[in-house]
T-cell receptor
Framework: KNQVEQSPQSLIILEGKNCTLQ??????????LRWYKQDTGRGPVSLTI?????NTKSNGRYTATLDADTKQSSLHITASQLSDSASYIC?????????????FGKGTKLSVIP | DGGITQSPKYLFRKEGQNVTLSCEQN?????MYWYRQDPGQGLRLIYY???????QKGDIAEGYSVSREKKESFPLTVTSAQKNPTAFYLC???????????FGEGSRLTVL
């Protein structure tokens, strides 16, 4: 069964500090992995998408890494801001012509405090 | 501006009543989707539509119905057959199928 596990479940950090969120998956065959940011009561917004051949991808203060061999991804947030407080969702797509196979993680809830 | 509009933002319903959630997109996307989000759980797919006049059941379609008569619109009806309808509902679209998802702002349904 395809699964996506995210850790930690929740995290509290001080403004200005860095943090790393983890995503482990068992989805196979792998197509791509996406990180979304979801503010409370809002829809998710895409941060980055990574394919099999990509190891690192940055989007401003967000840097995602992918290790397809160990089936792990991380999202690193640098110099956190109060506006980074949100849930971060890891989503993995399975390969398959004509199919729709997205597996969502439960998310990591990040709270950035002054 | 292009985007996905869901309405209403908040909705209260009595048990036994059907309710319809609206989803409209002006992105000219072919594919549209409905997800349900519950606390502590990942998003779950209710229905999806690859193209107008066509739709398929997702993982939790029981108690829900959809239509796709226009490219821009993909309304979701939560019927009285849905045993636990209180949830946050998200509509999404993608330029083609399957593709990167763009989400609406969500509709929160509460059954009293």
């Amino acid at each position: 069964k395809n699964q996506v596990e995210q850790s930690p479940q929740s995290l509290i950090i001080l403004e200005g500090k860095n943090c790393t969120l983890q995503c482990n998956y068992t989805v196979s065959p792998f197509s791509n992995l996406r990180w979304y940011k979801q503010d409370t009561g809002r829809g998710p917004v895409s941060l980055t998408i990574m394919t099999f051949s990509e190891n690192t991808k940055s989007n401003g203060r967000y840097t995602a890494t992918l290790d397809a061999d160990t089936k792990q991804s991380s999202l690193h947030i640098t110099a956190s801001q109060l506006s980074d407080s949100a849930s971060y969702i890891c989503v993995v797509r399975a390969e398959g012509a004509g199919s729709y196979q997205l597996t969502f993680g439960k998310g990591t809830k990040l709270s950035v405090i002054p | 501006d292009g985007g996905i509009t869901q309405s209403p933002k908040y909705l209260f319903r009595k048990e036994g009543q059907n309710v319809t959630l609206s989803c409209e997109q002006n992105l000219n996307h072919d594919a549209m989707y409905w997800y349900r989000q519950d606390p502590g759980q990942g998003l779950r797919l209710i229905y999806y539509s690859q193209i107008v006049n066509d739709f398929q059941k997702g993982d939790i379609a029981e108690g829900y119905s959809v239509s796709r008569e226009k490219k821009e619109s993909f309304p979701l009806t939560v019927t009285s057959a849905q045993k636990n309808p209180t949830a946050f509902y998200l509509c999404a679209s993608s330029i083609n199928f399957p593709g990167e998802l763009f989400f609406g702002e969500g509709s929160r349904l509460t059954v009293l």
